[in-house]
């Protein structure tokens, strides 16, 4: 009797909390990103075979960018047409300035399949004022 109650209770909870639910398919669909600090998105950027994709327009881009960055601006009407161009089994380090547009592409990018996304958290902002290499 106990665990029918149980097995309602978290039935009629799990169903009735829009928040639970909405926390469950938001963790889901974010399995293929990683929110990652700056310390560990240089260690990433070190394996050449991962793709440094800069998110931010090019005027941004050229003022300057983590050395080895490929920029695909996210809000380009382009944005969608360069990424479909791109493998998506490799691994891709994107940042932009502080970290929202980084995670926009992000997201973008896992619904159109891409597989290993690491979002740098802090953004180029963050990656400067770590005293990180910049190249212009």
Known sequence: ?????????FALLFTASPGWSAEVSSAK???????VGVEEYDKLRANTN???LDVRSAAEFEKGRIPGAVNIDINSSKFVEKVTALDTNK????????????AKACKKMETMGFKNLYDLAPGFDGWKKAGKPVEK
């Open 1 to 9: 009797m106990n665990f029918k109650f149980a097995v309602a209770l």
């Open 29 to 35: 669909s974010d399995a293929n990103v990683k929110r």
């Open 50 to 52: 991962n793709v440094i």
């Open 91 to 102: 691994t891709y380090l994107v940042n932009c300035a502080v970290g929202m547009r980084s």
